[in-house]
């Protein structure tokens, strides 16, 4: 018998992995998980690639039964998590024995949850990515009764004595507040804003509830572009921050187009990406202004992070005689 889970409860869920990095190139998004850190972390702490396709949960309850022993962690936006009605700790592996429930419901902060089963789930792919792309019709949505097969069976130690945990690697986890900071650098045609660009810093913005996984939609008081003559479409980064007619600052994420013709004021850096994935709407976002350098070292220290996350749960795994495979360091 294949290894699966079945979906017993689904809001909006889908399977998702890090991006599709070949799809820009023949005019795709790059997609994938909104809050990368947090996808990371939940394959690392099973021993997945960091880029195993992962279950996104949006907002809502979501719940399901392995047909076989796994092993999962859950991060991201903070949830109840239980197995047959036992709460068990978030940011940590969590052995489940075949049959029990798995549920996670009243999310309290940020927006998006990651599930990863040790194995890695078993989904069609495109470009070598699993992530959905609501454009083209491709990806694995949930629903309730949906079985997802996983790669291979994945028994682990199961601990009796709930409430004591097997694991406690002491994972950095994001704070998903009801603020934002969100860090940028300088864009490329800053220039066109002159004397209004340093608007965008002093005072904060309201996300709107039209935002979505192509971008953010923000109100709030909007610097002014002197020029008004027409751009050239043109490749535009995950990240950009663009002021469009309509009184809204549009900062794109993962799902934007390619290309765009609106002169960009400034680039969200890829830390602070993670935080936008995860804020609500009618959040409040407040931007700072650092330099390449500081971002550069940021994201530095983003992957260090995880590298040092890696090296303890190897560590650990192979003290219990699991083999962590999939472990090998991934490009960020």
């Known amino acids: 018998m294949t290894a699966s889970i079945r979906i017993t409860e689904a809001g909006r869920a889908a399977v998702t992995d890090l991006g599709r990095h070949r799809g820009p190139g023949v005019g795709l998004p790059v997609n994938g998980a909104l809050d990368q850190y947090s996808a990371r972390a939940a394959n690392i702490l099973v021993a997945n690639a960091e880029g195993a396709p992962l279950i996104e949960a949006l907002a809502f309850d979501i719940a399901f039964v392995p047909s076989h022993d796994v092993l999962i962690a859950v991060t991201g936006a903070d949830m109840l998590v239980t197995v047959d009605g036992v709460e068990r700790p978030m940011w940590e592996p969590v052995p489940v024995e075949a049959g029990q429930e798995v549920r996670l419901g009243d999310m309290l902060g940020g927006m998006r949850t990651y599930i990863a089963v040790r194995g890695g789930f078993d989904v069609p792919e495109l470009l070598g990515s699993c992530a959905p792309d609501p454009a083209i019709g491709f990806g694995t949505t949930l629903a309730v009764g949906d079985s997802i097969g996983l790669h291979a069976r994945t028994g682990v130690p199961v601990n009796p004595y709930f409430g004591i945990s097997l694991f406690n690697f002491g994972v950095d986890r994001p704070y998903f507040g009801d603020t934002a900071c969100i860090d940028v650098t300088d864009g490329p045609d800053i220039d066109e804003f002159a004397g209004t660009a340093g608007l965008l810093f002093e005072a904060p913005y309201r996300v ?125």
Do not use: K
């Open 208 to 332: 709107s509830t039209r935002s979505n996984q192509v971008g953010l939609r923000l109100s709030g008081v909007l610097p002014t572009r002197v020029g008004s003559g027409e751009m050239i479409s043109r490749g535009v980064p995950v990240g950009a921050i663009e002021v469009p007619p309509g009184g809204e600052l549009l900062v794109l994420h993962r799902g934007r187009g390619v290309t765009a013709g609106y002169p960009v004021l400034g680039v969200v850096t890829s830390t602070s990406l993670d935080t936008l994935g995860q804020v609500r709407p009618e959040t409040e976002v407040s931007f700072r202004r650092v330099s390449l350098e500081r971002a550069a070292r940021d994201a530095r220290v983003w992957r260090e992070r995880l590298d040092r996350l890696r090296d303890r749960v190897g560590t650990v795994f192979s003290c219990l005689g699991v083999t962590p495979a999939g472990m090998e360091r991934a490009e960020s």
